[in-house]
Nanobody, 129 residues
Framework: QVQLMESGGGSVQAGGSLRLSCAAS????????MGWFRQVPGKEREGVAR???????????YYTDSVKGRFTISQDNARNTVYLEMNSLKPEDTATYYC???????????????????WGQGTQVTVSS
């Protein structure tokens, strides 16, 4: 089993920044895909960004169009942690943000929108105008 713990959510004004962290514990995999999703009540969950762990130093990253140029996903292999740096925040970024993870065989598995089997509890991000 893998446990994911998010932190770093909060309330900011539009234009502000937040940094989310997701620490993985429990069973570790040599290669994994980790992602950030967000959900607003009454709407479908949206994939925000994802990145692969492992891969011999080759990294794949994905961003949904609405966050490109504003959000940056990164990872720290030594700490089994993935980060989401969020800049120029907008009110429409308000949501509960979830971290997710799944083991993969290759970087391509992370490119092809994997099914994530492990999820965190979520952290709230509120952006006021």
């Amino acid at each position: 089993q893998v446990q994911l713990m998010e932190s770093g959510g909060g309330s900011v004004q539009a234009g502000g920044s937040l940094r989310l962290s997701c620490a993985a514990s429990g069973h570790t995999y040599s290669s994994a895909c980790m992602g950030w999703f967000r959900q607003v009540p009454g709407k479908e969950r949206e994939g925000v960004a994802r990145i692969n762990f492992g891969g011999g130093g080759t990294y794949y990253t994905y961003y949904t169009d609405s966050v490109k140029g504003r959000f940056t996903i990164s990872q720290d292999n030594a700490r089994n942690t993935v980060y989401l740096e969020m800049n120029s925040l907008k009110p429409e970024d308000t949501a509960t943000y979830y971290c997710a993870a799944t083991p993969i065989w290759s970087i391509g598995d992370c490119e092809r929108r994997p099914v994530f089997g492990y999820w965190g509890q979520g952290t709230q991000v509120t952006v006021s105008s």
